[in-house]
């Protein structure tokens, strides 16, 4: 699998570029975004772009993107419609209206999704972030992308937001330990291929509040 990690401001979320055809989370800067991806790709090559949920700073290039490159949108059932919703989507935190997006694909926990090189990723329901928050996991090469459930350090994603839940953020980290991931693809933050199985093990104490 190959994956160009992209991130185009300090504080923008990260996207991940997979085998030249599948773009996970977008960003803010779609100027940025999108000079990043032509280092790599012709736009137009570009399929399908992910949405690990609905949050402002992991979804706001996502409408140009498509409308350019005419890939679709894919996001959880559960936060479909929080996409256009300036509260729960956190566009207002911003200063920012949130993005009309009409997604034209709707994920659910245990799809799989082909990304070329007889690869596919895997959709995990890890609700908790948001009500419809994914992880994705390729096994062959044992990649976890985590937008902003786990992070590398033991971090875990904010439930104080609207939509979100520690109880089943918990949850949602309890099914990713079970998980062998080599490499992991945070939301925010560099790369870590650093003893990542242990890295979630520590994120499931911090949710618990077991340190």
């Known amino acids: 699998m190959q994956v160009r990690h992209i991130n185009t401001a300090l504080y923008d979320a990260n996207s991940y ?9 977008t960003g803010m800067n779609t100027k ?3 000079e990043e991806i032509a280092k790599s790709i012709e736009l137009k090559d570009l399929e399908l772009v992910i949405l690990t949920h609905c949050h402002y700073d992991h979804t706001a290039s996502a409408l140009e993107i498509s409308r350019l490159s005419g890939a679709k949108i894919a996001i959880h059932n559960n936060d479909a419609a929080l996409l256009k919703n300036d509260n729960v989507s956190a566009a207002s935190l911003f200063g920012y209206k949130a993005p009309a997006i009409e997604p034209d694909i709707l994920l659910n926990e245990g799809d799989r999704i082909d990304i070329g ?3 596919e990723l895997e959709v995990i329901h890890t609700p908790g972030h948001t009500p419809g928050g994914i992880c994705l996991y390729e096994a062959q090469s044992k990649s976890l992308f985590s937008g902003d459930t786990v992070f590398p350090g033991g971090s875990i994603g904010r439930t104080d937001f609207e939509g979100g839940s520690r109880p089943q953020l918990t949850e949602s980290i309890g099914k990713l330990v079970k998980l062998d991931v080599r490499t992991l693809y945070p939301g925010h933050g560099e790369v870590s291929s650093n003893d990542v199985n242990r890295q979630i093990e520590l994120s499931l104490r911090m949710s618990k509040g077991i340190f």
């Open 32 to 34: 940025g975004l999108l």
């Open 17 to 25: 570029l997979i085998n030249g055809k599948v773009l996970v989370d």
């Open 117 to 119: 090189n007889d690869e």
